[in-house]
């Protein structure tokens, strides 16, 4: 498997305070773990491009796009609520972590790539259609997924997110639209309090109690995206990646290990091969322990490069 990492060095300019968990941290962790490991080596690794005003209004109305430009400080932070705030360089990161995913969409729809992990931040799966939450201004996912639509011809997106926070923002994006399937598996009950029930027949959620572990995690996925992402029939895969499900995560209380992280990536990628000529984006959400955040990364990479990984 030819597995592209897209990642860019101004990701790490956007911060939200010395004691943020959503820190530029998290980029250098999955760096120097894959790097440590020989993983990153293996990648076919390539900068992000900012995301085009276009691509971005396929998603967010100009509105949205213009209050966020308003809110952009001259210095210091701005706080767009309690726990999203902006810095001078928060914007322009957002608009590379965006730009990532349309950049491994063109990737894996040019057959330069067979997958593709975008290694940026801030994340997405939180921002609404008009508004930014949850550490998250833009949704990067829903960007990606509207580009592949608009500019490929794609007319079944599947969105699997197995943060450890559902993905409102990617479902109020794409609530009743039949060509876009979301699987969301997550802590419930559990921020962020809404869409946590589907009212919509393309909206997939798995809620899980807290404490649950491995068995809980992956029978859930089995009983309820497998059903689902077979009789769908993506065209194209694309992965919210959190791995804040973990059971180091210092924000959440599911158990998850690494070798879950590798499972679920090898199950997206068998629905890719049988129905999307392999072709899969994933790209970072949420996972807030350091070290954690590094090795779950490298099962993740490691399932896409089609590498073993120990149980």
Same mark, same amino acid.
């Given at each position: ?23 530029? /941290? ?70 590379? #972590? ?40 833009? $949704? ?38 039949? $060509? ?60 919210? #990646? ?11 209380? /599911? ?11 090898? /199950? ?44």
């Amino acid at each position: 498997m030819i597995t592209s990492y897209i990642s860019h060095p101004h990701c790490h300019d956007h911060h939200m305070g010395p004691e943020h968990p959503e820190s530029p /941290l998290r980029l250098e962790a999955i760096r120097a773990r894959l790097a440590l490991t020989g993983v990153l080596q293996q990648t076919m690794q390539s900068d992000a491009k900012p995301a085009t005003d276009e691509q971005l209004s396929r998603v967010h109305p100009d509105r949205h796009l213009q209050a966020l430009a308003r809110c952009v400080p001259e210095h210091g932070l701005v706080a767009l609520d309690g726990d999203t705030l902006m810095n001078p360089a928060s914007l322009s990161a957002a608009r590379l #972590a965006a730009g990532a995913v349309v950049r491994g969409v063109d990737q894996v729809f040019r057959g330069q790539a067979d997958n593709v992990f975008c290694a940026v931040r801030p994340p997405g799966h939180h921002a609404e259609v008009t508004d930014p939450m949850g550490f998250c201004f833009i $949704n990067n996912i829903a960007v990606g997924a509207a580009h592949a639509r608009a500019r490929h011809g794609a007319e079944r997106v599947a969105i699997l997110d197995f943060d450890v926070h559902q993905g409102n923002g990617t479902v109020d994006i794409f609530k009743g639209d039949p $060509n876009v399937l979301v699987c969301s598996s997550f802590q419930y009950p559990f921020y962020p309090w809404r869409y946590l029930r589907s009212e919509w027949h393309n909206i997939i959620n798995t809620p899980l109690a807290a404490g649950s572990g491995s068995d809980e995690f992956r029978q859930a996925i089995e009983d309820d995206w497998l059903p689902a992402l077979h009789a769908f029939k993506p065209e194209l895969v694309l992965v919210s #990646a959190g791995f804040d499900a973990h059971r180091n995560d210092p924000l959440a209380e /599911l158990c998850l290990e690494e070798d879950d992280y590798y499972w679920v990536t090898r /199950l997206a990628m068998e629905i890719a091969a049988l129905y999307a000529d392999n072709r899969l984006v994933s790209v970072l959400e949420g996972g807030y322990d350091l070290e954690s955040l590094g090795r779950c990364a490298e099962a993740h990479v490691k399932a896409l490069l089609g590498l073993p990984y120990p149980s």
